[in-house]
């Protein structure tokens, strides 16, 4: 927004289109050299690591739009794996020359800066003693609004990610996760078709996550 022609083409020529990647390919993997952050184009990507004991831990999902890879900045390895959940592709931007490009774009700098910001927002979805049926309205709710910011329906949801991979990141066990959702089914909140999902009561959806979401 707000960037003459030369700045566009500085920033064009910064992104490169990468994929597709398949269900189950690596993004990029736990440890690797970091020297870029991806937007994701098509698809949903899932990061995650392993504890440990082994067990896998997952550490959130990314939709068309969102970006990933900002929580490699620090350590300049990427602390995570991420994988394609269907079929994936990206822009991918060279880190070290956006950084140098935002040293003289105050509107880029700051646009980054909301970025990792809302990085750190979803990490604190799940600290707070709450129960399964606000974890899973607060991630289902998180979801909603995400969809519909990027131009999608926000009550008509097709979920990529299977039961375990949700209830895994909620810390719940995959049959919380299908017994709150058949209770929300039967309460008239949702209707659930394997991995469509309609919200057909928003507002009691949003009641339950509010002490979550805290707005």
């Known amino acids: 927004e707000g960037y003459d022609k030369t700045d566009l083409r500085d920033l064009h020529v910064l992104v490169e289109h990468v994929g597709p990647f398949r269900e189950g390919d690596y993004v990029f993997r736990e440890g690797a050299p970091f020297n870029a952050i991806a937007a994701v184009r098509a698809g949903t990507i899932k990061t995650y690591v392993i504890d440990g004991n082994g067990r896998e831990q997952v550490l959130g999902f990314f939709l068309p739009g969102e970006v990933i890879g900002l929580n490699a900045i620090h350590s300049a390895r990427y602390p995570c794996n991420a994988v394609a959940l269907d079929t994936v592709m990206l822009c991918r931007f060279s880190f070290p020359m956006m950084a140098t490009l935002a040293g003289r774009m105050p509107g880029l700098q700051k646009h980054l800066f909301s970025l990792l910001s809302q990085d750190i927002g979803k990490a604190s979805l799940l600290t707070g ?11 289902l709710v998180t979801l909603s609004r995400r969809f519909a910011a990027r131009g999608f329906s926000a009550t008509r949801l097709r979920l990529m990610m299977p039961r375990t991979d949700i209830a895994n990141y909620l810390r719940l066990a995959p049959e ?4 709150v959702l058949r209770r929300m089914q039967d309460d008239g909140v949702l209707r659930v078709d394997r991995r469509d999902l309609e919200i057909l009561q928003p507002v009691e959806l949003e009641t339950l996550a509010h002490h979550v979401l805290r707005d």
Request: charged letters at 25%; aromatic letters at 14%; hydrophobic letters at 45%.
């Open 129 to 139: 003693n709450f129960s399964a049926e606000e974890r899973l309205a607060a991630f």
């Open 176 to 179: 919380t996760v299908s017994r």
